[in-house]
């Protein structure tokens, strides 16, 4: 960088989980590193906060719901590369008693954020129920404890729930699964278009090369996961990432993104969001 060249620096956002850490390590630790002059800057947040930063425009590039996309449509563009889908399983309600499905609609439901892909998809699964914000990292122990009749699990709690004696209620990605044949989309990851052309090809390609670091060199960056796995066993962890780190991570394929594109529109169809919206991704 020649004297009085301007640093370019260009934040990114993901959630301290061990997915997220997985697929950011090759760029966290330097394997893949930013072009000259540029300095990439990781900000750790629940994805409900980066959600929020979106809808402020407040980053350059994040880790978002797609249920909030719906609403970062007009600013953000998704990159084709970094989705977490759900192909089967998902996030799940789990309670301290086996429950019905008509019983858990007379409960209020501990969950993570309103714009959550989870929440979405329990509206559409199951109505208009009642729910109480929650920090993600508390809705498992705080439905053991028994302060919340149910509790909907969008991290590792998904494997672990049973070790805390509790039930799972419903699997939404499975129930997703069952109705349309598709995975469920959770997660991708957005950049703000009035960054350009040149930058936006240019970050994407960092990502990319950042999540193929990750899935060939596996136990590296599965070690560096750990640390933002709360706690639990590297096989729980292993586990977890191949849940949300694979195939549709380095390209969501036709069926991922005609995934996403339904789950929009049955979120609009069902009044849960505000405006029809079609999937935008850059090159």
């Known amino acids: ?16 989980d061990p997915d997220d ?4 390590h090759g760029l966290a630790s330097g394997r893949v590193p930013a072009p000259p002059g540029w300095e990439i800057v990781q900000v750790l947040r629940d994805i409900e906060s980066l959600n ?3 809808l402020e425009g407040a980053i350059e590039v994040t ?3 797609f249920h909030a996309y719906a609403h970062l449509a007009d600013r953000y563009s998704l990159l084709p590369c970094g989705a977490s889908m759900g192909d089967g399983y998902g996030p799940m309600v789990v309670a301290r008693q086996p429950l019905g499905l008509d019983e858990l609609r007379t409960k209020t439901i501990a969950v993570p954020g309103t714009l959550t892909s989870a929440v979405l998809a329990l509206r559409l699964a199951l109505g208009d129920v009642r729910t109480e914000v929650v920090p993600f990292e508390k809705i498992l122990d705080g439905v053991r404890e028994g302060r919340h009749e149910a509790g909907l699990l969008i991290h590792e709690g998904q494997l672990t729930y049973g070790d805390a004696g509790l039930h799972k209620i419903i699997d939404l990605g499975a129930w997703w699964k069952k109705e349309t044949g598709l995975p469920l989309p959770l997660g991708g990851n957005a950049i703000r278009k009035d960054l350009g052309a040149e930058c936006i ?11 193929e670091y990750g ?3 596996r136990d590296e960056a599965l070690t560096y996961a750990l640390d933002f796995g709360r706690g639990i066993a590297r096989p729980t962890a292993d586990r977890f990432v191949g849940m949300y780190v ?5 390209d969501y394929g036709e069926a991922g ?12 169809d069902a009044g849960v969001i505000p405006r029809r919206v079609r999937a935008e991704f850059t090159a």
Not at 2 to 16: K, L, N
């Open 246 to 250: 694979n195939e549709y991570t380095r």
């Open 63 to 65: 880790a978002v719901s």
């Open 257 to 268: 993104r005609s995934a996403i594109d339904l789950f929009l529109a049955r979120g609009f």
């Open 21 to 24: 850490a997985f697929m950011f």
């Open 201 to 211: 090809a240019t970050v994407s390609g960092l990502l990319r090369r950042s999540i």
């Open 52 to 54: 929020r930063m979106a």
């Open 1 to 16: 960088m020649g004297p009085g060249a301007e640093r370019r620096v260009i934040r990114i956002g993901h959630s301290p």
């Open 215 to 217: 899935l060939d060199h």
